[in-house]
């Protein structure tokens, strides 16, 4: 059994319902490294904060191949297990979506999100075959490549307001079938609706958490399994950005610096 194995056997067993796998979205090799120095147990990369960070908008428009570049970066930039967020998996069909997967794991990757949220013209999400078929996909490349992966089936109903906790049961069970390890179910913190879910979801189950969420002991005793900060962290970390250059340009001062990360910590660290 080799690194690359043991570490995703590790991953699969983090996800724990009531221990939840605590997850700080990271966008590049520093930003992993800055989590796994505060005592993260894995690390998860935000599709938004890569796209961001390379120039593209979020939703299916950056390329795989810069999409997998992030992945190796920051697979190689810590010891720790590394899930990627691929979007709808960067294809159109369910083996483009697997030839993403298999370059994934070849980058390192011991997980992967993959959303069922549709970008563009035509209904808001793709139909449940249809998803289920690229699941199936995703599996059957991990299984190709010997690796557990673990697939993590995001349900975009509430963060699209398309349904409620029957249709995302409803599809959670068809993605389940189809070869998902979990469930990601974004947009939806409030306690009686998460428990509900997790109580119906025989998977462990991820929310997405931020300001005005429950903090992670209360989601804990709610039965999640993972809790993701998505792409808060880049947006707060661009949010400092956009501060020091307003303060700079009109007041001329510079307080928006004044917490930062100092020049010889962040070079320390980078140096591995």
Same mark, same amino acid.
């Given at each position: 059994?080799?690194?690359?194995?043991?570490?995703? =056997?590790? $991953?699969?067993? @983090?996800?724990?319902?009531?221990?939840?796998? &605590?997850?700080?979205?990271?966008?590049?090799?520093?930003?992993?490294?800055?989590?796994?120095?505060?005592?993260?147990?894995?690390?998860? %990369?935000?599709?938004?904060?890569?796209?961001?960070? #390379?120039?593209?908008?979020?939703?299916?428009? /950056?390329?795989?191949?810069?999409?997998?570049?992030?992945?190796?970066?920051?697979? +190689?930039?810590?010891? =720790?297990? *590394?899930?990627?967020?691929?979007?709808?998996?960067?294809?159109?069909?369910?083996?483009?979506?697997?030839?993403?997967?298999?370059? &994934?794991?070849?980058?390192?990757?011991?997980?992967?999100? &993959?959303?069922?949220?549709?970008?563009?013209?035509?209904?808001? @999400?793709?139909?449940?075959?249809?998803?289920?078929? #690229?699941?199936?996909?995703?599996?059957?490349?991990?299984?190709?490549?010997?690796?557990? /992966?673990?697939?993590?089936?995001?349900?975009?109903? $509430? /963060?699209?307001?398309?349904?409620?906790?029957?249709? %995302? &049961?409803?599809?959670?069970?068809?993605?389940?079938?189809?070869?998902?390890?979990?469930? $990601?179910?974004?947009?939806? *913190?409030?306690?009686? %609706?998460?428990?509900? =879910?997790?109580? !119906?979801?025989?998977?462990?189950?991820? *929310? @997405?958490?931020?300001?005005?969420?429950?903090?992670?002991?209360? /989601?804990?005793?709610?039965?999640?399994?993972?809790?993701?900060?998505?792409?808060?962290? +880049?947006?707060?970390?661009?949010?400092? !950005?956009?501060?020091?250059?307003?303060?700079?340009? %009109?007041?001329?001062?510079?307080?928006?610096?004044?917490?930062?990360?100092?020049?010889?910590?962040?070079?320390?660290?980078?140096?591995?």
């Amino acid at each position: 059994m080799n690194e690359h194995h043991t570490r995703a =056997l590790h $991953f699969r067993s @983090l996800h724990v319902p009531g221990e939840p796998l &605590v997850l700080v979205n990271a966008w590049d090799a520093a930003s992993a490294r800055i989590v796994a120095a505060a005592g993260a147990r894995a690390i998860a %990369t935000t599709s938004a904060g890569v796209a961001w960070s #390379r120039g593209a908008p979020d939703g299916d428009a /950056l390329g795989r191949d810069t999409a997998v570049d992030v992945v190796r970066r920051v697979a +190689a930039a810590v010891p =720790l297990p *590394v899930t990627a967020d691929i979007e709808s998996g960067y294809g159109d069909t369910a083996d483009e979506v697997a030839e993403t997967v298999a370059a &994934v794991l070849a980058a390192g990757a011991v997980g992967v999100n &993959v959303e069922d949220a549709r970008h563009g013209g035509g209904a808001p @999400l793709r139909p449940v075959e249809e998803q289920s078929a #690229r699941l199936a996909a995703v599996r059957s490349a991990a299984d190709r490549a010997g690796i557990p /992966l673990y697939v993590n089936a995001r349900i975009d109903t $509430f /963060l699209r307001g398309v349904g409620g906790i029957e249709e %995302t &049961v409803a599809r959670a069970g068809a993605y389940l079938a189809a070869g998902a390890d979990g469930i $990601f179910v974004p947009g939806v *913190v409030d306690p009686e %609706t998460v428990a509900a =879910l997790a109580d !119906a979801i025989p998977a462990p189950l991820n *929310v @997405l958490a931020g300001p005005g969420a429950p903090p992670v002991p209360a /989601l804990a005793k709610l039965g999640v399994a993972r809790v993701s900060l998505g792409s808060a962290v +880049a947006e707060a970390a661009y949010a400092v !950005a956009r501060r020091a250059a307003e303060e700079a340009l %009109t007041a001329g001062t510079y307080g928006a610096l004044a917490d930062a990360l100092d020049y010889g910590t962040l070079n320390e660290l980078m140096r591995g």
